[in-house]
């Protein structure tokens, strides 16, 4: 069994920064791709920010040069780092993972169950 962990979440002024973690625990063989979604009120979930085994990193364009993904593979750990935060991030964040939980098995996906972030005055 593999669970996902979310925290760092809360309310911030615009212009304001939060740092998000995402710890996975349980049976975990390998983690390969580990990333974030977000979902608005009545907004379809997207991809915010993912990140490889391997260091790789991938951002929507809404976010590029205000968030940062990085990870720690010796405790299964994604982070995002948001900085310059705008009304319009507010959402739910949700932790994503891509995990081998054994040799035997292949990779599966994972989710956290979300975060609330609130950015307002």
């Known amino acids: 069994q593999v669970q996902l962990v979310e925290s760092g979440g809360g309310l911030v002024q615009p212009g304001g920064s939060l740092r998000l973690s995402c710890a996975a625990s349980?049976?975990?063989?390998?983690?390969?791709?580990m990333g974030w979604y977000r979902q608005a009120p009545g907004k379809e979930r997207e991809l915010v920010a993912s990140?490889?085994?391997?260091?790789?990193?991938n951002y929507a364009d809404s976010v590029k040069g205000r968030f940062a993904i990085s990870r720690d593979n010796a405790k299964n750990t994604v982070y995002l780092q948001m900085n310059s935060l705008k009304p319009e991030d507010t959402a739910v964040y949700y932790c994503?993972?891509?995990?081998?939980?054994?040799?035997?098995?292949?990779?599966?996906?994972?989710w956290g169950e979300g975060t609330q972030v609130t950015v307002s005055s």
């Open positions: 990140i490889t085994s391997d260091g790789s990193t």
């Open positions: 349980g049976s975990i063989f390998s983690a390969n791709t």
């Open positions: 994503n993972a891509r995990i081998r939980r054994s040799l035997y098995d292949f990779s599966n996906t994972y």
